[in-house]
T-cell receptor
Framework: DTGVSQDPRHKITKRGQNVTFRCDPI?????LYWYRQTLGQGPEFLTY????????KSRLLSDRFSAERPKGSFSTLEIQRTEQGDSAMYLC?????????????????FGAGSRLTVL | QKEVEQNSGPLSVPEGAIASLNCTYS??????FFWYRQYSGKSPELIMS????GDKEDGRFTAQLNKASQYVSLLIRDSQPSDSATYLC???????????FGTGTKLQVIP
C-alpha cells in the first residue's frame, strides 16, 4: 500500500489556463474527497465521491471546477480558466466506508497535495 | 456561524505541560469527530477519532466530546517540541459524508 498519491506536486500556470490534478487513492478505499487549503486556513471541502458517483459538491465550487472518478479508481480535478484566487494546495483524501455507516468511516487519509500557483 | 470553530492561536506551552485544544461545531446532529495534526508544509494526519460522549485516550492524547454543548477537545499530556504543529478539528454532520474542518489551532511547545 503506497498511500494516496497526487500528481503533479507543484503546478505553476498563467491566469486563464486550464490545469488538471490527479489523485490515486488507497486501493481498497471507496470514498474519495477533494479539499482546497490556503495558508492559515483549514482544508475546505470541494467534492466527494463514493465509488464512481459524485455525491456531494460544495456550493462554493464554481462551474470552472469539475471532478471525475471514472470506474471508481483514480480521480481528476480540473480547473478551467484559472484565476489568481485559485492559488492553493489541493488535497485529495480517501477513506473506507459502507453505505449507511454512521460511525467508523470517514477517517481520511490525505495525499501530499498538489500546490497550484496562478500567475 | 462557522460550521467548525477553533481558536487559531498560537497556543504556547512549555515542554512537559498539558496542551488543551478546543473546538465547537454548529450541527447538533453531527456524529463523527476527528483531530488531525498538520506540520508546516505537510498534509493532515489523523490523531484521534471520537464518536460518543466522554473521553477517549490514546497514549499522551485524550479526546473529549460533549454533544450537548457541541464541544470537542484534545488534551496533549507531557507536551514535546515535536508536538508543535497545527491541530485541525474535523466534524461529519448527520446524513452527510462530508467532513468539515476548522481553521486549526497552532501549537508551539517551548523547550
Amino acid at each position: 500500500d503506497t498511500g494516496v498519491s497526487q500528481d503533479p506536486r507543484h503546478k505553476i500556470t498563467k491566469r486563464g489556463q486550464n490545469v488538471t490534478f490527479r489523485c490515486d487513492p488507497i486501493s481498497e478505499h471507496n470514498r474519495l474527497y477533494w479539499y482546497r487549503q490556503t495558508l492559515g486556513q483549514g482544508p475546505e471541502f470541494l467534492t466527494y465521491f463514493q465509488n464512481e458517483a459524485q455525491l456531494e459538491k460544495s456550493r462554493l465550487l464554481s462551474d470552472r471546477f469539475s471532478a471525475e472518478r471514472p470506474k471508481g479508481s483514480f480521480s481528476t480535478l480540473e480547473i478551467q480558466r484559472t484565476e489568481q484566487g485559485d492559488s492553493a494546495m489541493y488535497l485529495c483524501a480517501s477513506s473506507l466506508g459502507a453505505s449507511g455507516d454512521l460511525t467508523g468511516a470517514n477517517v481520511l487519509t490525505f495525499g501530499a497535495g498538489s500546490r497550484l500557483t496562478v500567475l | 456561524q462557522k460550521e467548525v470553530e477553533q481558536n487559531s492561536g498560537p497556543l504556547s506551552v512549555p515542554e512537559g505541560a498539558i496542551a488543551s485544544l478546543n473546538c465547537t461545531y454548529s450541527d447538533r446532529g453531527s456524529q463523527s469527530f476527528f483531530w488531525y495534526r498538520q506540520y508546516s508544509g505537510k498534509s493532515p494526519e489523523l490523531i484521534m477519532s471520537i464518536y460518543s460522549n466522554g473521553d477517549k485516550e490514546d497514549g499522551r492524547f485524550t479526546a473529549q466530546l460533549n454533544k450537548a454543548s457541541q464541544y470537542v477537545s484534545l488534551l496533549i499530556r507531557d507536551s514535546q517540541p515535536s508536538d508543535s504543529a497545527t491541530y485541525l478539528c474535523a466534524v461529519r454532520g448527520r446524513g452527510y459524508q462530508k467532513v468539515t474542518f476548522g481553521t486549526g489551532t497552532k501549537l508551539q511547545v517551548i523547550p
